[in-house]
């Protein structure tokens, strides 16, 4: 089989392309003892150098930002500046944490104002693969780049050569200026499969190419960090195992089906062998119709070891991860409609019912159990505690990946058995899945889909744990 790289979108390699800065600084310099994470509007080498730079908006000169270390247990602590245009905050995608350092503007805390510094200090209880990003205004601000790793290492990690964080993104351009498409709120995006980009990057590059060694074992984070792209992936010239989702591990490390599906948002950490000989290629690709395209790829140079290790021992459990006793769970149900060709009449906006054209004129194309937005009344309230099981009904025919706040949840199989945690469920068009968990974390809680414009447009609602 042939590997290809994806074509670089046919650009005119413009001229006369600057892009306005507002000055920086606007926002007190840092106390002593916080690290700043500071938001700002930059120029980035997004395509390749005969292309002008892209103006993004970054938590420092790139995107993905600064990948955010720390082992497990330990604090994470930021001092947020925002010198966007915009109100922002930051969320810790997949991390159980305290409520008001969750980072969601409207609900946990108002958005910080241009010019405006939050902190945020929080413990990372669980060893994984987690990301930040904005959650104001998510559908154009994680678009245009707010997004970054958040690693938090075991205290024993496993036994491999060496780690690769990989952060997929995807960029939707404009092909003659090379800059970030501004259609957010197109009603086409909103309504279909969400905003799906031209322009796809590993760690902010369409060409990463890595060394490697035959038989050399690395361990692979990778967290789809776009907007609404479902990434069909295989990893040619390698060869392993799945060992954590959503930054959880599996209680068995399992190996890698023909295709690994990665939702957005969701993330696999992957223990994997260089199988491929020493000359030739490995890495990262992508399915497509028409073939498999590299995002990122290893050139294959000289030999680890004569021989491949045997299978990799387990990650160790994270904290508080027991199954939710299902026999005492409290039944609750989400009903998904909308979008284009789907059978929605009617849905309930700010206390009104509107028929579906009243709706799509307020920009709501999607209901959670009949509500257009979010409502001042959660979707449930449980006790600190309570067990929940919780099904989830799409009538609409697109896919949804559904993200819980604050605490990681399992799914509920056919058979009644319980599946891997997860923060992050890909559920597909018509399809019904349950999942369940303990509440076991107090606050209020998003539940809403990841495919950003659908979140904006009908697919959030909430969870209060008290
Ligand atoms: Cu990563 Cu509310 O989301
Ligand atoms: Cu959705």
Redesign the pocket.
């Known amino acids: 089989m042939m590997f290809g790289r994806r074509d670089v979108l046919r650009m005119a390699t413009a001229a006369g392309l600057g892009s306005a800065l507002p000055g920086g600084g606007l926002a007190a310099a840092t106390d002593a003892g916080i690290e700043e994470l500071r938001a700002r509007v930059t120029p980035f080498r997004l395509l390749p150098d005969d292309y002008p730079m892209t103006e993004i908006w970054g938590y420092g000169p790139t995107a993905p930002g600064p990948e955010i270390r720390v082992r497990q247990g330990e604090r994470v602590a930021r001092r947020f500046v925002n010198d966007l245009p915009q109100g922002s905050s930051i969320?810790w995608?997949?991390i159980r944490i305290a409520n008001g350092m969750d980072g969601?503007s409207g609900l946990t805390q108002e958005p910080v104002a241009p010019g405006m510094r939050f902190d945020y200090d929080f413990e990372a209880p669980d060893a994984g693969t987690y990301?930040y990003?904005a959650?104001n205004r998510?559908w154009e601000q994680v678009a245009r780049g707010l997004h970054g790793a958040l690693i938090v290492e075991e205290a024993t990690p496993p036994d491999v050569d060496r780690e690769e964080v990989m952060v997929l993104g995807d960029w939707l351009l404009n092909p003659e200026t090379g800059q970030i498409d501004d259609s957010f709120d197109h009603p086409m995006m909103m309504s279909h499969g969400g905003r799906i980009g031209n322009y796809i990057t590993v760690n902010g590059r369409s060409d990463l190419t890595l060394p490697a060694r035959r038989h050399e074992r690395l361990r692979l984070r990778l967290i789809n960090a776009s907007n609404a792209r479902i990434f069909p992936l295989t990893l040619p010239g390698l060869a392993g195992w799945v060992v954590a989702l959503d930054g959880m591990p599996l209680d068995a490390p399992e190996p890698i089906g023909d295709v690994l599906v990665l939702g957005p948002?969701q993330r696999a950490d992957l223990i994997v062998d260089v199988v491929a000989d020493a000359g030739g290629q490995a890495g990262l690709a992508q399915v497509e119709e028409d073939g498999d395209y590299f995002l990122a790829a290893f050139d294959v140079a000289g030999t680890a070891a004569q021989t491949r290790r045997g299978t990799p021992a387990p990650l160790p459990p994270n904290p508080n991860t027991g199954l939710p006793d299902l026999s005492a769970a409290t039944p609750l149900r989400l009903v998904m409609a909308g979008g284009a060709m789907g059978r929605m009449q009617s849905a309930v906006l700010n206390g009104t019912r509107m028929g579906f054209r009243e709706l799509i004129a307020e920009g709501r194309f999607w209901a959670l159990n009949d509500m257009a937005a979010m409502t001042d009344t959660p979707l449930a309230e449980l006790g600190l505690g309570e067990p929940v099981r919780l099904e989830i009904v799409n009538e609409t025919v697109f896919p949804h990946a559904m993200?819980l706040?604050g605490m990681h949840f399992r799914e509920v199989t056919a058979d009644g058995a319980l599946g891997p945690l997860r923060d992050?469920l890909l559920v597909g068009g018509q399809e019904t899945r349950e999942i369940a968990f303990t509440a076991d974390n107090p606050g209020d809680w998003?539940f809403?889909c990841?495919m950003l414009s659908h979140?904006a447009s009908g697919m959030t609602t909430w969870l209060r744990v008290t």
């Open positions: 969320h995608h997949g969601v990301w990003h959650h998510s948002a993200h706040h992050t998003l809403h990841h979140a």
